[in-house]
Structures are given as C-alpha cells and as structure tokens.
T-cell receptor, first 118, second 114 residues
C-alpha cells in the first residue's frame, strides 16, 4: 500500500481481556516499530523489528505485551489481561532499513489504534 | 536516564512571527536527531533529520534545525510562521546500539493565529 496502515482504528475492551493490534508496513520496508502514545506525551518506544526478528524489545512494559512479525511484513501487537493503564494510542512505523547513517531511515507512521480499556 | 526535553508545551504565535522550539537530549556519543510534526487529524510525519555533516539542517515547509553538540540541543526554527503550521511538534533522538530505540520528547503544541 501507499502508507502504513493499522487496524482497528479504535478498540474498546474490558479490563482483563486480550487484544490484538495489527500493523501493515509500507511494502518492502524491513524495519518496523511499535510505539505507545498517551495523552499529552510523545510516542514511547515499545519494540523494533528488523525483518522477522525483534531486534530491540526493551520498551515492552511487562510480559503482558508481546509482538510478532512472522513473515517480515505484517506485525501484530498482542496485549494480554488488559488494564486501564494500557489505554493509549498505539502507533506503528516502518522504515526501509535500520542503518545508522542511511538517509533513507525515515520512519513512516501509521494512523494509530486508539485502545480504550474500560 | 536517557531523555529528550522539549521546553515549551504550548506556544501561541501570530502569523509572520518567528518560531524557535527548544529540544535538549541527555544521550552521550553519536546520535541521530529528528523533528516530527503531527498536523490536526494526520499522522506523524518527518519534518527534518540530522545524522552527520552540516549541523544546520533544512526540512520541509521552511523549517530548519541546528545541532549544537556542546549544548546537547537540536532546536527547531522557522523565520515566519503561517496559520497552516498549527500542529504538534516532536523532537526525537536515537543511537545505533544494535537496536533502534527512538526516544521522543513530550511534544510542543503550536497554535498560529491568523
């Protein structure tokens, strides 16, 4: 597609439920990032994939959060036993590579999924 | 802790006024620096970036930013703002450490009065 897409755009769930958030990166982009943005804050890094592997998952807040990217394109962020504090906008971004000095390493962001945990 | 600080949370300007948004970071070593913008109802998008070379970088829509290593700063500037610059602006920093953890500031909401 032309840009990064995320589904659903909005998700309302109850405390304790399981949710999955999907990200479709720009075709051909090998790097994929997940962020969480709470009201009044900037995006908070969660996890970064290079291809199929999670190269840096140091931002995942606890073991209720997990993400996969089995074929190196679409990624799913999974949240178990949701809590009210998980409510936020979850952003996905992709880039063509993860080279430190490449000028092509712009991250392209999707529209986000607004998660509300009641 | 590694952090990115944006000094102004809200800025209100009249059209044609000059803009400077402050950004300081606490990383040592080599860093990559970015400013992103989010216009109302739109996605985050890159405004400009610095990886190396000339510390004064120019971005889209007349924006520029200056990297001052000694001050750990990367301030965003525009000589004359327009109503269409009303948006939220985020400074971001990352380092190549084997991963790519990008740290964002809290953002500055700019409102330009027509």
């Amino acid at each position: 597609g032309a840009g990064v897409s995320q589904t659903p755009s909005n998700k309302v769930t109850e405390k304790g439920k399981y949710v999955e958030l999907r990200c479709d990166p720009i075709s051909g982009h090998t790097a994929l990032y997940w962020y969480r943005q709470s009201l009044g804050q900037g995006p908070e890094f969660l996890i970064y994939f290079q291809g199929t592997g999670a190269a840096d998952d140091s931002g995942l807040p606890n073991d209720r959060f997990f993400a996969v990217r089995p074929e190196g394109s679409v990624s799913t962020l999974k949240i178990q036993r949701t809590e009210r504090g998980d409510s936020a906008v979850y952003l996905c971004a992709s880039s063509s590579s993860a080279g430190a000095t490449s000028s092509t390493d712009t991250q392209y962001f999707g529209p986000g999924t607004r998660l509300t945990v009641l | 802790a590694q952090s990115v600080s944006q000094h102004n949370h809200h800025v209100i300007l009249s059209e044609a006024a000059s803009l400077e948004l402050g950004c300081n970071y606490s990383y040592g070593g080599t860093v990559n620096l970015f400013w992103y913008v989010q216009y109302p109802g739109q996605h985050l998008q890159l405004l400009l970036k610095y990886f190396s070379g000339d510390p004064l970088v120019k971005g889209i829509k007349g924006f520029e930013a200056e990297f001052i290593k000694s001050k750990f700063s990367f301030n965003l500037r525009k000589p004359s703002v327009q109503w269409s610059d009303t948006a939220e602006y985020f400074c971001a920093v990352n380092r190549y450490t084997g991963g790519f953890k990008t740290i964002f500031g809290a953002g500055t909401r700019l409102f330009v009065k027509a």
